[in-house]
């Protein structure tokens, strides 16, 4: 099984081109052209300003508070692949973990912040020992998208 998460983040990418869109043409509407006349439903236009950029910087940095990544998962061949970046504004660098079938020892699953930031910790045998992967932040797949993966991760797990 191989997919990925694409459109959620291209998604959560063309919302925010829209938001910069809307945000600025309010300001030049507002301040520089001025066809817009305040009050409008009462509030002024500083409050106006202040309730779409707050809105604004909502949505620009939500990704990167709860984690946001794009993962492209593949279980085919004798390898287990995680490939992921953030997807935040500010993009990451691009990871990899390969696993091999074989040494595969399991994963784990947490859970933060009200079950917003969700990860994946993965695991494998070495002849010293068990190797912990740094997380995988699973926060932006769809519920049908988390369960592919632990169906996927469950078939691979040695049983104890």
Do not use: C
């Amino acid at each position: 099984m191989t997919f990925n998460n694409s459109k959620t983040i291209i998604s959560i990418r063309i919302k925010l081109f829209a938001a910069t869109v809307v945000l600025l043409a309010y300001l030049t509407l507002a301040y520089v052209i001025k066809i817009i006349k305040f009050p409008i439903l009462g509030l002024n236009d500083t409050l106006w300003t202040t309730i779409l950029i707050t809105l604004w910087i909502i949505l620009a940095f939500m990704p990167m508070v709860l984690n946001y990544q794009y993962i492209s998962y593949t279980d085919e061949g004798d390898y287990l692949v995680f490939r992921f970046f953030n997807a935040g504004i500010v993009g990451g660098k691009k990871n990899s973990v390969e696993i091999k079938k074989s040494t595969f020892a399991g994963y784990k699953i947490e859970s933060r912040f009200f079950g917003l930031i969700e990860s994946i910790i993965l695991f494998q045998k070495f002849q010293e020992g068990v190797a912990k992967y740094p997380p995988v932040f699973i926060s932006a797949f769809t519920r049908e998208e988390k369960t592919k993966v632990i169906k996927s991760l469950n078939l691979h797990t040695p049983s104890v």
